[in-house]
């Protein structure tokens, strides 16, 4: 390999076309003469564009085509000139440097044409060089040389992190990989799961109750996760009505005065407040707006009104404690506006919590949470809730789902394949790497393969194959042909038996 030239931060090398070096590999440039190498990562491959070339190409062809013969090359020039057909273009993109053992993001030198050495540098030794360490290890996958590429749980630690890429390319699964890793180092995980298939990281590939399987619990709203109103209190009754059923201002001035009367008495439960709603003195209209919502409530029957089956956030948490768990929402049989109430109760009900540090800090994983999040949470969910404690990761196959800030403010980004040029746009314009890098990667990606991007990579842009899964996978989609095999069967009978109730 060879520099060619260099333009700003891109540097292009010329390589031979059995040399293995490909898209996503990172290459170091030793200069004998300099102190340390330029770090540099292959984002693009191309032919020599030479005109020359190009003539030499076409004259062969018609050459071919037209005159039939035998070929007498003694001096074996063919071989040379055909090598020099195929020789690669890369297209690098300056990552850095290292100097004295240690990565740097700037480079303060070019290195000579003639006399440095190009050589592929490993993934994880660079990721050693910049300095990632830590104790929460997640395994991930293997980079393209086939060593195992590990990432710390204190890079996603206080971090907003984004999970996206086209339908079925691996992004949940990638998810579950993180979530039974947090898990397993001792944290604390709450997750909104779209399609109830979270519940499978409490078995192993066969079906079998694995060693996770006391620590996942999962929950599903009007089964075993219900509240009382009591326990809720004002702040969540108040953002939901709010929030969730939009109960206008003349309204919510009532609601706040009526529960501020049943916490008074103590006797804030579904029949009173029905009761009191109803025999409230106010404006028929008010009454009208708020008893129709409070029935709006109560047939979601995520309400209980004996306490039966009813759960309390807090003491779930501290049942998982110390050894971590997660707590699994399962919403894929709630209707829209249940899915929000619970959203809306899960994370008021965390963010009091957290205020008077009762629980530790959460990792929250949310699917597709444009689906069930209210607008305001979004701009909560980048800079409150992180201080309060609530680390979100989101995952999503609709890029332009999530605006434009909050890719900005991402401290990880989790790339898997998107070729759509709008998706492409989006990601490109948002995220804080390169475009050049997002756009040529991720476009050539392969099912199962993503880049990483942001704090637990150090900056450096890491294209890895994600691993395979260690757990059972529940919520693929659902297909007319083939619906009978008999993988389909086993998964649809841990699906009943996964349903355990949880203790009250
Ligand atoms: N690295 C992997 N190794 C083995 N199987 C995988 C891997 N990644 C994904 N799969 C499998 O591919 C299928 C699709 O993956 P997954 O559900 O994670 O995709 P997704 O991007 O979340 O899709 P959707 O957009 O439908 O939510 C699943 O059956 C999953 O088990
Ligand atoms: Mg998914």
């Known amino acids: 390999m060879r520099i060619l030239e260099k333009t700003g931060d891109v540097i292009s090398i010329v390589a031979l076309p059995d040399e293995s070096v490909f898209q996503g590999d990172y290459l170091e440039i030793v200069d004998e003469v300099k102190d340390g190498s330029v770090v540099l990562q292959v984002y693009d491959e191309s032919y020599i564009p030479s005109q020359s070339l190009t003539e030499d190409i076409i004259r ?21 000139s055909q090598l ?10 300056v990552r850095g440097s290292i100097q004295n053992g240690v990565m740097i993001p700037n480079v303060s030198w070019l290195p000579s044409r003639t ?23 997640i395994k991930l996958g293997t980079t393209r040389d086939g060593e195992s590429f590990t990432i710390f749980g204190e890079a996603i630690d206080g971090n907003l992190s984004i999970i996206t890429g086209k339908k079925e390319s691996g992004k949940s699964h990638l998810s579950k990989i993180l979530v039974s890793s947090l898990v397993s180092s001792g944290a604390v995980v709450v997750v909104f799961d779209l399609n109830n298939e979270y519940e499978g990281l409490a078995y192993s590939r066969e079906g079998l109750r694995n060693e996770l399987a006391t620590r996942i619990i999962s929950l599903e ?12 209190g004002e702040y969540s009754l108040v953002s939901l009505m709010q929030h969730v059923l939009d109960a206008p201002g003349a309204s919510m001035r009532e609601f706040i005065r009526i529960i501020g009367s049943l916490r008074s008495s103590d006797t804030l439960t579904l029949e009173y407040l029905s009761d009191t709603i109803q025999n409230w003195r106010c404006n028929e209209l008010v009454k009208d707006a708020l008893y129709s919502r409070f029935q709006t409530m109560r047939s979601a029957g995520i309400f209980s009104s004996e306490g039966e089956n009813s759960v309390r956030i807090d003491a779930v948490i501290k049942s998982l404690l110390p050894e971590g768990g ?8 709630c209707s829209s506006l249940t899915k929000r109430m619970v959203v809306e109760i899960v994370l008021s009900k965390l963010v009091q919590l957290l205020e008077r540090e009762t629980i530790p800090p959460i990792f929250l994983f949310a699917e597709e949470a444009h689906l069930y999040l209210r607008e305001t949470y979004w701009d909560d969910i980048v800079t409150r809730m992180r201080h309060f404690g609530i680390f979100t990761t989101l995952v999503t196959n609709q890029p332009d789902a ?6 900005r403010q991402a401290d990880n980004i989790f790339l898997f394949n998107f070729t759509n040029e709008t998706d492409l746009d989006m990601i490109a314009r948002a995220s ?22 942001g704090k637990v990579v150090s900056d450096l842009p890491m294209l890895i194959k994600v691993s395979e899964t260690r757990f059972l996978t529940l919520g693929q989609t659902k297909r007319f042909f083939g619906r009978n095999s008999t993988s389909n069967d086993v998964a649809k009978k841990i699906e009943v038996s996964a349903k355990q109730s949880f203790p009250q």
Do not use: W
Request: aromatic share 2%; proline share 3%.
């Open 432 to 453: 804080t790497a390169d475009s050049e890098t997002i756009r040529s990667i991720v476009r050539t990606l392969p099912k199962r393969h993503c880049l990483v991007l």
């Open 221 to 232: 709203p009007g089964k075993n996760l219900k509240f009382t109103l009591d326990y809720l």
């Open 402 to 407: 999530i605006k434009d800030g909050i890719y």
């Open 60 to 80: 062969d062809q018609v050459i071919q085509s037209t005159a039939n013969g035998q070929e007498i090359d003694p001096l074996e020039i063919s071989s040379v």
């Open 115 to 137: 006399r440095s050495k190009i050589r592929k540098i490993s993934q994880s030794r660079l990721l050693d060089l910049a300095g990632q360490t830590g104790t929460a290890e």
């Open 326 to 333: 997660a707590i699994i929402v399962s919403l894929k049989k």
């Open 84 to 93: 020099i057909k195929d020789m690669r273009l890369l297209r690098c993109k």
